[in-house]
Protein backbone atom coordinates (compact mmCIF):
# COMPACT_ATOMS: atom_id res chain seq x y z
CA UNK A 1 0.00 0.00 0.00
CA UNK A 2 1.11 3.49 -0.21
CA UNK A 3 1.08 6.53 1.76
CA UNK A 4 1.66 10.35 2.61
CA UNK A 5 2.48 12.23 5.26
CA UNK A 6 2.60 15.68 5.23
CA UNK A 7 3.31 16.42 9.16
CA UNK A 8 2.31 20.08 9.19
CA UNK A 9 -1.62 21.15 9.48
CA UNK A 10 -0.28 24.55 9.11
CA UNK A 11 3.07 27.10 8.08
CA UNK A 12 3.08 30.49 8.68
CA UNK A 13 6.07 32.62 7.11
CA UNK A 14 6.73 35.69 6.11
CA UNK A 15 6.85 36.67 3.20
CA UNK A 16 10.64 37.27 1.51
CA UNK A 17 11.72 34.15 3.49
CA UNK A 18 12.19 30.92 2.44
CA UNK A 19 9.49 28.49 2.15
CA UNK A 20 9.45 24.45 3.33
CA UNK A 21 6.48 22.43 2.95
CA UNK A 22 7.28 18.74 4.20
CA UNK A 23 6.27 15.45 2.78
CA UNK A 24 7.34 12.02 3.50
CA UNK A 25 6.06 9.07 1.74
CA UNK A 26 5.82 4.98 2.13
CA UNK A 27 5.68 3.13 -1.37
CA UNK A 28 7.04 -0.63 -1.94
CA UNK A 29 8.46 0.19 -5.17
CA UNK A 30 9.52 3.31 -6.35
CA UNK A 31 7.82 6.45 -6.61
CA UNK A 32 6.42 8.87 -8.82
CA UNK A 33 5.53 12.12 -6.76
CA UNK A 34 3.52 15.21 -6.87
CA UNK A 35 2.82 18.57 -5.54
CA UNK A 36 -0.63 20.38 -5.92
CA UNK A 37 -1.94 23.42 -4.87
CA UNK A 38 -5.58 24.07 -3.79
CA UNK A 39 -6.51 28.42 -3.99
CA UNK A 40 -10.15 28.65 -1.44
CA UNK A 41 -13.08 27.42 -3.69
CA UNK A 42 -11.15 26.21 -6.87
CA UNK A 43 -9.70 22.87 -7.96
CA UNK A 44 -6.34 21.31 -7.00
CA UNK A 45 -3.73 22.70 -9.61
CA UNK A 46 -1.00 20.46 -10.30
CA UNK A 47 2.81 22.45 -9.08
CA UNK A 48 5.30 19.46 -10.33
CA UNK A 49 6.38 15.95 -10.41
CA UNK A 50 8.60 13.77 -9.67
CA UNK A 51 9.38 11.08 -11.99
CA UNK A 52 13.15 9.80 -11.85
CA UNK A 53 16.34 11.68 -12.86
CA UNK A 54 17.28 14.68 -11.37
CA UNK A 55 16.58 14.35 -7.63
CA UNK A 56 15.39 18.57 -7.71
CA UNK A 57 12.53 18.92 -9.49
CA UNK A 58 11.53 22.91 -11.16
CA UNK A 59 7.75 23.48 -11.00
CA UNK A 60 5.51 26.20 -11.87
CA UNK A 61 5.21 29.72 -9.87
CA UNK A 62 8.79 29.39 -8.61
CA UNK A 63 8.44 26.25 -6.65
CA UNK A 64 10.61 23.30 -6.47
CA UNK A 65 10.99 19.92 -4.29
CA UNK A 66 13.86 17.71 -3.25
CA UNK A 67 13.31 14.21 -3.67
CA UNK A 68 15.02 12.12 -0.99
CA UNK A 69 15.06 8.44 -1.49
CA UNK A 70 16.86 7.25 1.61
CA UNK A 71 14.70 9.72 3.93
CA UNK A 72 12.09 8.78 1.98
CA UNK A 73 11.16 12.49 1.49
CA UNK A 74 10.18 15.08 -0.87
CA UNK A 75 9.92 18.28 0.41
CA UNK A 76 8.30 21.74 -1.62
CA UNK A 77 10.43 24.50 -1.29
CA UNK A 78 10.73 28.13 -2.60
CA UNK A 79 13.72 31.01 -2.25
CA UNK A 80 11.19 33.88 -1.87
CA UNK A 81 7.45 33.70 -0.40
CA UNK A 82 4.69 35.81 -1.82
CA UNK A 83 1.73 36.14 -0.22
CA UNK A 84 0.10 35.38 -3.41
CA UNK A 85 1.90 31.79 -2.13
CA UNK A 86 -1.02 31.68 0.38
CA UNK A 87 -2.92 28.63 -0.13
CA UNK A 88 -3.21 24.90 0.41
CA UNK A 89 -0.89 22.43 -0.52
CA UNK A 90 -0.82 18.26 -1.68
CA UNK A 91 1.35 15.99 -1.50
CA UNK A 92 0.64 12.77 -3.82
CA UNK A 93 2.58 9.69 -4.25
CA UNK A 94 1.80 6.55 -7.06
CA UNK A 95 3.76 3.30 -6.59
CA UNK A 96 5.53 2.96 -10.05
CA UNK A 97 4.86 -1.11 -9.42
CA UNK A 98 1.56 -0.83 -8.94
CA UNK A 99 -0.51 -1.73 -11.26
CA UNK A 100 -4.18 -1.79 -10.43
CA UNK A 101 -6.26 -4.02 -12.37
CA UNK A 102 -7.10 -2.26 -15.68
CA UNK A 103 -4.24 -0.13 -15.47
CA UNK A 104 -5.42 3.20 -13.81
CA UNK A 105 -3.61 5.77 -12.15
CA UNK A 106 -4.16 6.32 -8.53
CA UNK A 107 -2.99 8.69 -6.68
CA UNK A 108 -2.73 8.83 -2.88
CA UNK A 109 -2.91 12.83 -1.37
CA UNK A 110 -1.44 13.90 2.03
CA UNK A 111 -4.08 15.56 4.14
CA UNK A 112 -2.69 18.71 2.99
CA UNK A 113 -1.20 21.59 4.44
CA UNK A 114 -2.10 25.39 5.05
CA UNK A 115 0.55 27.88 4.01
CA UNK A 116 0.16 31.49 5.39
CA UNK A 117 2.57 34.16 4.01
CA UNK A 118 2.11 37.17 6.51
CA UNK A 119 3.14 40.45 4.57
CA UNK B 1 -10.49 24.71 -23.84
CA UNK B 2 -12.62 24.04 -20.74
CA UNK B 3 -10.64 21.28 -19.05
CA UNK B 4 -12.90 19.59 -16.97
CA UNK B 5 -16.10 20.63 -15.71
CA UNK B 6 -18.39 19.83 -12.99
CA UNK B 7 -22.07 20.82 -12.43
CA UNK B 8 -23.29 22.30 -10.02
CA UNK B 9 -21.32 23.86 -8.40
CA UNK B 10 -23.48 24.07 -5.10
CA UNK B 11 -26.68 21.65 -4.17
CA UNK B 12 -28.49 21.17 -0.97
CA UNK B 13 -30.05 17.91 -0.16
CA UNK B 14 -32.59 16.25 1.92
CA UNK B 15 -31.20 13.23 3.62
CA UNK B 16 -32.50 10.06 1.11
CA UNK B 17 -33.02 12.51 -1.80
CA UNK B 18 -31.36 11.28 -4.79
CA UNK B 19 -28.52 13.11 -7.24
CA UNK B 20 -26.19 13.31 -10.09
CA UNK B 21 -23.30 15.48 -10.07
CA UNK B 22 -21.92 15.67 -13.65
CA UNK B 23 -18.28 15.80 -14.91
CA UNK B 24 -17.41 16.31 -18.42
CA UNK B 25 -14.29 16.76 -19.84
CA UNK B 26 -12.75 17.89 -23.28
CA UNK B 27 -8.89 16.91 -23.20
CA UNK B 28 -9.53 13.46 -24.52
CA UNK B 29 -8.18 11.51 -21.53
CA UNK B 30 -9.18 7.82 -21.08
CA UNK B 31 -8.63 8.13 -16.86
CA UNK B 32 -11.50 9.86 -15.07
CA UNK B 33 -11.72 9.96 -10.84
CA UNK B 34 -14.28 10.89 -8.51
CA UNK B 35 -12.63 12.09 -5.09
CA UNK B 36 -14.46 13.80 -2.06
CA UNK B 37 -12.29 16.03 0.43
CA UNK B 38 -13.47 16.61 3.53
CA UNK B 39 -11.36 19.20 6.14
CA UNK B 40 -8.48 17.67 7.17
CA UNK B 41 -8.49 14.85 5.75
CA UNK B 42 -7.30 15.21 2.21
CA UNK B 43 -8.83 13.50 -0.88
CA UNK B 44 -10.13 10.41 -1.09
CA UNK B 45 -11.16 7.93 -4.56
CA UNK B 46 -14.45 7.41 -4.59
CA UNK B 47 -15.10 5.63 -8.39
CA UNK B 48 -12.19 5.98 -11.31
CA UNK B 49 -13.09 4.87 -14.63
CA UNK B 50 -9.82 3.75 -17.32
CA UNK B 51 -12.02 3.98 -20.24
CA UNK B 52 -15.85 4.54 -21.81
CA UNK B 53 -17.40 1.23 -20.64
CA UNK B 54 -14.65 0.42 -17.83
CA UNK B 55 -15.06 1.52 -14.04
CA UNK B 56 -14.04 0.32 -10.25
CA UNK B 57 -13.81 1.00 -7.32
CA UNK B 58 -11.53 3.21 -5.05
CA UNK B 59 -11.02 3.83 -1.43
CA UNK B 60 -14.54 4.67 -0.48
CA UNK B 61 -17.09 3.79 -2.52
CA UNK B 62 -20.23 3.17 -0.41
CA UNK B 63 -23.41 4.81 -1.14
CA UNK B 64 -22.41 6.11 -4.57
CA UNK B 65 -22.62 4.78 -8.55
CA UNK B 66 -20.71 5.87 -11.21
CA UNK B 67 -20.97 5.13 -14.77
CA UNK B 68 -18.81 6.26 -18.04
CA UNK B 69 -21.23 5.93 -21.20
CA UNK B 70 -18.54 8.42 -23.40
CA UNK B 71 -15.09 9.77 -23.26
CA UNK B 72 -16.07 12.76 -22.56
CA UNK B 73 -18.79 12.17 -19.45
CA UNK B 74 -18.33 10.43 -16.17
CA UNK B 75 -21.53 10.85 -13.88
CA UNK B 76 -21.46 10.66 -9.69
CA UNK B 77 -24.95 9.46 -8.44
CA UNK B 78 -25.87 9.50 -4.46
CA UNK B 79 -28.62 7.04 -4.75
CA UNK B 80 -30.08 7.71 -1.12
CA UNK B 81 -28.00 10.68 0.57
CA UNK B 82 -27.09 10.58 4.19
CA UNK B 83 -25.31 13.54 6.20
CA UNK B 84 -21.84 11.25 5.95
CA UNK B 85 -21.73 12.48 2.10
CA UNK B 86 -21.64 16.19 3.07
CA UNK B 87 -18.37 17.14 1.36
CA UNK B 88 -16.80 18.53 -1.64
CA UNK B 89 -16.39 16.65 -4.58
CA UNK B 90 -13.61 16.64 -7.57
CA UNK B 91 -13.26 14.93 -10.76
CA UNK B 92 -10.50 14.82 -12.46
CA UNK B 93 -8.54 13.11 -15.30
CA UNK B 94 -5.40 12.02 -16.56
CA UNK B 95 -3.81 10.96 -19.78
CA UNK B 96 -1.77 8.15 -20.60
CA UNK B 97 2.08 9.01 -19.03
CA UNK B 98 3.06 9.58 -15.59
CA UNK B 99 -0.34 9.93 -14.15
CA UNK B 100 -0.76 14.23 -13.81
CA UNK B 101 -4.16 14.48 -12.59
CA UNK B 102 -6.09 17.90 -14.21
CA UNK B 103 -9.13 18.35 -11.47
CA UNK B 104 -12.37 20.73 -11.70
CA UNK B 105 -13.29 23.10 -9.92
CA UNK B 106 -15.23 21.12 -7.44
CA UNK B 107 -18.89 20.40 -6.31
CA UNK B 108 -19.80 21.75 -2.96
CA UNK B 109 -23.25 19.02 -1.26
CA UNK B 110 -24.71 19.52 2.06
CA UNK B 111 -26.93 17.11 2.91
CA UNK B 112 -29.51 18.12 5.78
Known amino acids: AQSVAQPEDQVNVAEGNPLTVKCTYS??????LFWYVQYPNRGLQFLLK??????LVKGSYGFEAEFNKSQTSFHLKKPSALVSDSALYFC?????????????????FGKGTKLSVIP | NAGVTQTPKFRILKIGQSMTLQCTQD?????MYWYRQDPGMGLKLIYYSVGAGITDKGEVPNGYNVSRSTTEDFPLRLELAAPSQTSVYFC???????????FGEGSRLTVL
Open chain 2, 27 to 31: MNHNY
Open chain 2, 92 to 102: ATSGVGTGELF
Open chain 1, 27 to 32: VSGNPY
Open chain 1, 50 to 55: YITGDN
Open chain 1, 92 to 108: AVRDMGAYSGAGSYQLT
